[in-house]
């Protein structure tokens, strides 16, 4: 972030950083300062966050982390001049969502896409933001899990070996260096790609179960659109060519997280 990003964190909180802090060592750690800092407020006060702020956001370059303003590509409904047809230019945009359906849902920060598209690394990690999403390799998959996600002849003689290999998304990673098996570590969110059970059984199986909840399944036979393994593979986090590295949880996404929650006024 830089220092006109530390301002306009100060900027919606005001008053509320009057709180004794250490005095700041270095502009790094000044930077994390600021961000603890509004963490801080949100999580202590009930702050009420304008449509005002969400407007600058949606302007302001690394916002969200290293990248460009989100009006920079997204300023129309039409898809062909603007990325998924969504426009993030007014109050009315950002509620009418896009081509990829609603970007968030008044009063439930968990709804639509937004919480997503900003967190959602794509996969495999380090994958160029320009990376075609219709590979072979995800075609295949795509078909597959719109057919029933049946542990057929395409599961075994397409699908499953893609996850063995380096480049079959557009990466230079193979899946199962990640995903070998239900117990992290070493497989990260429990998920193993190396079988159709472990495929079908889904992510954090064991974390879950520990909590009296069932695994997060990352195929729904049938339906891709809603399968987390094909999004994954197919949609980038934003803003478009942010580092895999950069932190998931950026502050001003849980600012927005709180205006979507409180309703998402567009006053």
């Known amino acids: 972030m830089n220092k006109l990003m530390k ?35 949100l999580e202590n006060y009930d702050i009420p966050i304008t449509y005002d702020y969400i407007s600058m956001l949606m302007r302001l370059p690394n916002a969200f982390g290293e990248g460009a ?18 426009d993030l230019s ?14 968030i ?8 896409t937004f919480r997503r598209r900003m967190r959602d690394n794509r996969m495999p990690l380090g994958v160029r933001f320009d990376t075609a999403s219709d590979l072979p390799a995800i075609m295949d998959l795509k078909k597959w899990i719109a057919d029933g996600a049946k542990n057929d002849a395409n599961f075994k003689q397409k699908v499953l070996p893609s996850f063995k290999s380096e480049t ?23 998920l193993d790609l190396t079988s159709y059970e472990g495929v079908m059984l889904g992510a954090d199986a064991v974390a879950k179960a ?9 195929v729904i036979p049938g339906d891709p659109i809603k399968s987390k393994m094909y999004l994954r593979v197919t949609e980038n986090r ?3 060519g942010i580092s895999a590295s950069e ?14 929650d409180q309703g998402a006024s567009c006053n």
């Open 7 to 41: 301002l306009s964190l100060a900027a919606v909180l005001g008053s509320a950083f009057a709180f004794n802090a250490p005095a700041i060592a270095s502009e790094d750690e000044g930077m994390e300062d600021a961000q603890a800092a509004v963490m801080h407020v």
């Open 69 to 86: 303003a989100c009006i920079v590509c997204h300023t129309s409904n039409d898809p062909k001049k603007s990325p998924a047809g969504l």
């Open 90 to 103: 007014s109050c009315e945009g950002i509620k009418k969502g896009g081509t990829g359906g609603a970007m």
């Open 105 to 112: 849902t008044p009063g439930k920060h968990t709804g639509g």
């Open 168 to 190: 079959a998304f557009g990466g230079e990673q193979a899946c199962t260096e990640c995903h070998m098996s239900n117990q992290e570590p070493p497989s990260f969110h429990e």
């Open 210 to 218: 520990a909590e009296g909840l069932p695994p997060v399944k990352v």
């Open 238 to 240: 934003m803003p478009g």
């Open 247 to 260: 932190g998931r949880d950026h502050p001003n996404m849980h600012v927005m997280f709180r205006w979507i």
